[in-house]
């Protein structure tokens, strides 16, 4: 009967425990939500932006890049490209350099990882790089350590 | 078997392999194009084959862990499963969707709001959650019905759990760090949260049929690992949440957290073999001990030192996105929770077939082959991320000039892949085939290596 | 759910750790309450554990910069505080002595005590928060904020869940529920102890 | 109520008042004899978990228990206190 007891208890305070830790990761889950929409960028997130988001996830860029470190690590990191391609002191030059990299594509170098031509239009070379742009504005906590080309 | 409808679990289990085939596969070619870049490239590019590798573990881990479910909640609530029709119903659902798709990732079908791991049609993951909904109603009523007990009760929270942080996968903002917060909520809440509970109650249910050892003592126990993997696991997210623009106290969070995530894992050590110490029985199914030995001590590895190693914020601020995640990534998907579903269908195909133990020693060898080939991978991708670690986060190189440096350890991963490749096939036909004649006699299997 | 686990029977033995202290549950058992608390218990104070000496490596770093924030705090008020959660500690145990003695109305008006007490706790820490939020000091002003606040609401919370466990073993009176309850209002004790100096005595 | 136990719990608090009082005491030192003031804080502290852990926790029946424990708050207590007494001296001297 005790013994019974105290097995039932033991899944109780289990049940407890594991509720409040995650009563509390919930807590900081909002929080963080908030921080994101508030700190993390406050550059905006326009119709264009959306739209290259899209165009992001549609391709499964991140099944080779990887962006804000995560993803597939069979291609470099996008998160901070507009950055290292000179971005923050010529952005139209950089946004249209990632426009020629995906036009470019696949290089056909031997030996060479090879991209895919994803055969976007204009517009939608547009939207992608918009995303890449706003996407270098979020603050990562200093990540990556060195801003490699 | 007990119960009739225990085998259920069998044709859940057969597309389990099959998937499991695949899964393999096209991790070996997606080890070939790391090695000759050009191969496939124009037919079948690196994204696709990605995706077919990791959403095949997926799809057939789920599988084996339904089957798991409709072979021990019989036993265990001591009733038959409330509907086998409804359970077919569910595997035909489930396999359509997977076979749907595998197909669509081929030609290039991917779901427009498409996520890592969650790549598939929006369609197919309505269709998952029915077929989840289907389960959880069908086991639940089981349980419900028959007798509790506390394998059965952290199963069901587990697979529940499973259930409902799926759906997060429908949540796709167009704030890219919202996205990645809540895309956490389905990657790290499964495969560091309640997928662990599914473990420990599979590898309770295994060493009590297999030691002996009173279901109290395992009871117990599951408990104990239960509540160190949920108390460490939900604040250890923290650790996805320290690059992606989220606010820094998660450096601190995720650290502490998850530095304490490696507790539950050694508990399963300690546990599965103060079991078979303290069982001293002699099971005949040795290859279903060994693998639930082997799956608790990889996972350990795989999963606590492993991700130990580059949990700490000081640490991951410079290996975060290279090839050390990877490594990490392998072994412990491979020692949490491929071994447990080989464990499982070592243990209960015997008792489908209705037969004695079979094909020990050609099982057994598939564990040898396939544990040291994911460990071997493993290893040679921790070198890999160590050396690229190096080259571009402390010295700046570019991405594609240190990935040039790291040909030799693609090369020796491709190696550790096909001798995986081989491991597994053979296991599958170790378990689907049972000769009437042991290809090997059983005296020798006596002397076969024991963990 | 909760009937069928928390009794109201009191069981038989003076002491009902003795039930659990050789069935199974190894070193666990031998424990007053139940062991899943144990389990609770020792997974808190290795995360406070983890955070402290996480806190003092960092403070490696900027030791003048950590002396400065640490003076803002009102170390009076940090002070009274450990006293009210030991005094209220001192009303748990003997709540619980007395429901050893089976004076049940008087070990739930000791529990009720001790409640209030760690609700006096709650609202003096309340007040030093707001104090420092006005003054500009938030989690994200200085890295020895960002661990004040972490740990100490971190520590907060539990005397939220103290509270909560106290109301439930108040309505739930068995004893071993009683030992169980107030181990983990013990160890919402012990945790403060050891984080009070830590942050803002040791200068 | 068992008399004995009101008696012990009771002298149990009192002597973890006055280590509070004690430790806040020694704080005011802390600026000037840092190191011995930092000690004496962590020595106090070590105190009082102790018998909060013996009396209120009731770890007395249990001495490998109580041992344990209050060696893993002592292994935390002296890190931090060597990190935050000990270390800057050792900085000092080599600086």
């Known amino acids: ?149 | 078997m007990r119960y009739e409808s225990q085998k259920i679990a069998a044709w859940y289990w057969y597309g389990a392999l099959l998937v499991f085939a695949l899964q393999v596969t096209f991790g070996l070619i997606g080890g070939i194009v790391y090695v000759l870049p050009n191969f496939l490239s124009e037919l079948l590019p690196f994204h696709s084959i990605r995706m077919l590798h990791t959403n095949a573990l997926i799809v057939w881990l789920l599988l084996g862990f339904f089957g798991a479910a409709y072979y021990l909640i019989p036993e265990e609530s001591e009733r038959e499963i409330y509907s086998e029709k409804l359970a077919y119903i569910q595997l035909a659902i489930f396999m359509l969707g997977g076979v749907s798709a595998v197909v669509g990732y081929l030609f290039g079908v991917t779901a427009s709001h498409g996520r890592s791991y969650l790549e598939q049609p929006l369609w197919i993951k309505f269709g998952i959650i029915v077929a989840a909904l289907i389960f959880l109603f069908n086991i639940s009523m089981t349980v419900l019905q028959g007798r509790k007990t506390a394998i059965t009760n952290i199963l069901l929270l587990g697979l529940w759990g499973i259930a409902i942080f799926f759906l997060f996968s429908l949540y796709n903002p167009a704030n890219l760090v919202l996205d990645k917060m809540y895309w956490w909520y389905v990657v790290h809440l499964w495969v560091e949260g309640v997928w662990e509970l599914v473990m420990a109650s599979i590898l309770a249910f295994l060493m009590m049929k297999m030691t002996g050892v009173d279901r109290e003592v395992v009871e117990k126990w599951v408990y104990v690992i239960a509540a160190t993997a949920l108390f460490t696991g939900v604040l250890g997210t923290g650790h996805h949440y320290y690059w992606i623009g989220t606010p820094s106290y998660w450096q601190w969070i995720g650290s502490i957290f998850s530095s304490l995530e490696v507790v539950p894992f050694f508990a399963m050590v300690v546990f599965c073999f103060t079991m078979v110490w303290k069982g001293r029985r002699d099971h005949p199914n040795k290859a279903a001990l060994l693998w639930s030995l082997g799956c608790s001590v990889l996972a350990f590895f795989g999963a606590g030192v492993w991700g130990f190693l580059h949990t700490l914020h000081g640490v991951n601020y410079y290996t975060h996105g290279t090839q050390v995640t990877a490594a990490h990534g392998h072994l412990a998907f491979f020692g949490a929770y491929v071994c447990l579903n080989l464990a499982i269908m070592s243990y209960a195909f015997p008792h489908l077939k209705n037969r004695a133990p079979y094909n020990q020693v050609l099982n057994m060898a598939s564990f040898w082959l396939l544990s040291s080939g994911v460990t071997f991978m493993t290893v040679t991708l921790t070198f890999a991320g160590v050396v690229q670690t190096h080259l571009e986060r402390v010295n700046g190189m570019s991405y594609m000039d240190a990935q040039s440096q790291l040909g030799f350890f693609y090369l020796m991963r491709l190696g550790a892949g096909i001798v995986t490749v081989v491991g597994a096939l053979l296991f599958i036909y170790a378990v689907l085939v049972p000769r009437t004649k042991e290809a090997i006699s059983p005296a020798s299997a006596a002397t076969a290596p024991a963990e | ?203 | 109520m068992d008399r004995n136990a009101l008696r012990r719990l009771t002298a149990c608090w009192i002597g973890l008042v006055a280590l509070t009082a004690a430790v806040g005491f020694l704080s005011d030192f802390a600026p000037r004899l840092q190191q011995l003031a930092v000690a004496g804080i962590a020595l106090a502290t070590l105190l009082k978990t102790r018998l909060v852990l013996a009396h209120y926790l009731g770890l007395r029946a249990a001495p490998g228990a109580l041992s344990g424990f209050v060696s893993a708050i002592a292994v935390i207590l002296v890190l931090v206190a060597v990190a935050i007494g000990v270390t800057p001296l050792l900085a000092n001297a080599f600086s």
């Open chain 3, 1 to 203: 759910m909760i009937h069928e686990s928390f009794s109201r029977q009191a069981p038989d033995s003076a002491s009902a750790s003795a039930v659990a202290s050789d069935s199974g549950w190894g070193p666990l058992g031998t424990l007053p309450g139940n062991p899943i608390m144990w389990i609770l218990i020792v997974s808190e104070l290795a995360v406070f554990g983890a955070a402290l000496v996480g806190y003092a490596g960092a403070r490696l770093r900027d030791p003048t910069g950590f002396v400065a924030a640490q003076d803002s705090l009102d170390r009076i008020a940090g002070a009274v505080n450990t006293a009210v959660l030991l005094t209220s500690g001192l009303f748990a145990a003997l709540a619980v002595e007395a429901r050893r003695a089976d004076r049940r109305a008087a070990g739930r008006w000791l529990l009720l005590t001790a409640a209030l007490l760690g609700c006096v706790f709650l609202g003096v820490k309340g007040s030093e928060y707001a104090r420092e939020l006005a003054a500009g000091h938030d989690i994200d002003s200085h890295p020895f904020f960002m661990f004040y606040y972490l740990i100490t609401g971190f520590h907060a919370l539990h005397v939220v869940l103290g509270l909560i466990i106290l109301a439930i073993v108040a309505w739930f009176d068995s004893l071993e529920n009683y030992e169980t309850g107030a181990a983990f209002w013990h160890m919402v004790d012990l945790v403060w102890i050891v984080v009070f100096p830590c942050l803002y005595l040791m200068r």
């Open chain 1, 1 to 149: 009967m005790s013994e019974l007891l105290t097995k039932s208890a033991a899944r109780n305070i289990f049940y407890g425990g594991s509720a409040f830790f995650f009563a509390i990761f919930l807590a900081l889950s909002a929080h963080s939500h908030y921080y994101a929409v508030t700190k993390s960028t406050t550059a905006p997130i326009t119709d264009s932006v959306e739209r290259g988001k899209r165009i992001w996830e549609a391709k499964a860029c991140f099944d080779c890049h990887t962006i804000l470190g995560e993803g597939a690590r069979f291609a470099p990191e996008v998160g901070d490209v507009f950055v290292r391609w000179g971005g923050d002191k010529d952005p139209k030059g950089a946004h249209q350099m990632i426009k020629d990299w995906m036009k470019s594509q696949p290089s056909n170098t031997p030996g060479r990882r090879q991209m895919p031509n994803f055969k976007l239009n204009d517009k939608e070379l547009d939207d992608l790089a918009n995303f890449l742009v706003w996407t270098s504005t979020i603050n990562t906590q200093g990540w990556p350590p060195k801003k490699a080309n």
